[in-house]
């Protein structure tokens, strides 16, 4: 079970080493201006290799637990499917039901560990395959790996590096368990710590917060739901900023004003040091440089970034953000 592109090379690898009896993803859903049905990338993998597919709106249907059951499946696999699975489907197979969670159990339970960890300053995190509850990432853990976060890695970056340790994670811990040989280490749960469903306005800028901050906020937001700020009521999308220190001139400039202009950037004083803006989208336009913008868009200093979104505009949000 899994559906987006995070499982996908947990598929490629079990579609190589066992015998997949049915692929379990989310419905396909309306997507773009034109409102056409979008597949989930599970999905069409599966259609590509010829895979037995099962996309339900709900898997608490009856006869979606009867098909499953009618497998009789020896191993349930989840990787990011999106959604709780049912005690009655986790109780269907004969070895149970594993899933592998991108961030080191039991820190970062929940939709979005990958984008906190990035916001939260870790210098590391990891992927944990463990056996399914009905409590969320609560299982016992099978299998454990720490991974490096990069110092200016990006959450989709990071993630698909997490995604290719997490295949090579699950099909391990297939064959342990295939064997008789799977370790099961209960999780501390005084320790555990939950993230929820990202929403869109958590990528929006607060110049109050230090600038370190702000900079890592930037790289957790990318790609979905993007970190954000307004110029004159207009959204200005951040896609690659620089904190640095702080400047004598920025001192007096309260946070979210513009300080400096130049080939390098634009400098914006925070609540603590100053963010250089490198590459930046205006609302309806393409990525360009941030000195390219000003550029075009007359970017002065002393003008104050900020504030409320203009009547009539809206943001492009991704359809199923969050993990």
Same mark, same amino acid.
């Given at each position: 079970?899994?559906?987006? $592109?995070?499982?996908? =090379?947990?598929?490629?690898?079990?579609?190589?080493?066992?015998?997949?009896?049915?692929?379990?993803?989310?419905?396909?859903? /309306?997507?773009?201006?034109?409102?056409?049905?979008?597949?989930? /990338?599970?999905?069409?993998?599966?259609?590509?290799?010829?895979?037995?597919?099962?996309?339900?709106?709900?898997?608490?249907?009856?006869?979606?637990?009867?098909?499953?059951?009618?497998?009789?499946?020896?191993?349930?696999?989840?990787?990011?499917?999106?959604?709780?699975?049912?005690? $009655?489907?986790?109780?269907?197979?004969?070895?149970?039901?594993?899933?592998?969670? /991108?961030?080191?159990?039991?820190?970062?339970?929940?939709?979005?560990?990958?984008?906190?960890?990035?916001?939260?300053?870790?210098?590391?995190?990891?992927?944990?395959?463990? &056996?399914?509850?009905?409590?969320?990432?609560?299982?016992?853990?099978?299998?454990?790996?720490?991974? =490096?976060?990069?110092?200016?890695?990006?959450?989709?970056?990071?993630?698909?590096?997490?995604? #290719?340790?997490?295949?090579?994670?699950?099909?391990?811990?297939?064959?342990?368990?295939?064997?008789?040989?799977?370790?099961?280490?209960?999780? #501390?749960?005084?320790?555990?710590? &939950?993230?929820?469903?990202?929403?869109?306005?958590?990528?929006?800028? #607060?110049?109050?917060?230090?600038?370190?901050?702000?900079?890592?906020?930037?790289?957790?937001?990318? =790609?979905?739901?993007?970190?954000? *700020?307004?110029?004159?009521?207009?959204?200005?999308?951040?896609?690659?900023?620089?904190?640095?220190?702080?400047?004598?001139?920025?001192?007096?400039?309260?946070?979210?004003?513009?300080?400096?202009?130049?080939?390098?950037?634009?400098?914006? +004083? *925070?609540?603590?040091?100053?963010?250089?803006?490198?590459?930046?989208?205006? +609302?309806?336009?393409?990525?360009?440089?941030?000195?390219?913008?000003?550029?075009?868009?007359?970017?002065?200093?002393?003008?104050?970034?900020?504030?409320?979104?203009?009547?009539?505009?809206?943001?492009?949000?991704?359809?199923?953000?969050?993990?």
């Amino acid at each position: 079970m899994g559906t987006p $592109e995070f499982a996908l =090379p947990a598929l490629r690898a079990l579609a190589k080493a066992v015998r997949v009896v049915l692929v379990v993803t989310q419905p396909d859903r /309306p997507a773009g201006r034109g409102r056409r049905l979008n597949s989930p /990338p599970v999905a069409r993998f599966a259609r590509e290799r010829g895979l037995p597919l099962l996309q339900p709106p709900s898997l608490r249907r009856p006869e979606v637990v009867r098909a499953l059951a009618a497998l009789q499946p020896d191993l349930l696999v989840t990787a990011a499917y999106g959604r709780i699975i049912p005690e $009655e489907i986790l109780a269907l197979p004969r070895w149970g039901a594993i899933n592998a969670h /991108p961030s080191l159990l039991p820190a970062y339970r929940g939709a979005a560990p990958v984008q906190r960890a990035i916001a939260d300053g870790l210098t590391e995190t990891g992927v944990t395959v463990l &056996y399914q509850t009905a409590e969320l990432d609560a299982g016992d853990i099978i299998l454990q790996e720490r991974v =490096p976060i990069g110092p200016e890695e990006t959450a989709g970056e990071l993630e698909r590096r997490l995604a #290719d340790v997490a295949a090579r994670l699950l099909l391990d811990a297939v064959r342990l368990i295939a064997e008789g040989r799977a370790p099961r280490r209960p999780q #501390d749960h005084s320790a555990a710590t &939950y993230v929820g469903r990202l929403r869109k306005e958590d990528g929006r800028i #607060d110049w109050a917060r230090p600038a370190e901050e702000i900079a890592r906020l930037v790289r957790a937001m990318d =790609p979905w739901p993007s970190a954000y *700020t307004f110029r004159g009521g207009r959204q200005v999308t951040l896609w690659r900023v620089r904190a640095e220190p702080q400047v004598s001139s920025a001192a007096e400039w309260e946070p979210g004003t513009v300080v400096d202009v130049s080939r390098e950037g634009i400098l914006i +004083a *925070t609540g603590r040091g100053v963010l250089r803006l490198l590459e930046v989208q205006p +609302a309806g336009g393409k990525r360009m440089s941030a000195a390219a913008f000003a550029r075009g868009h007359r970017v002065r200093p002393g003008e104050r970034w900020g504030g409320a979104e203009a009547p009539g505009d809206s943001a492009t949000l991704w359809p199923g953000g969050g993990g």
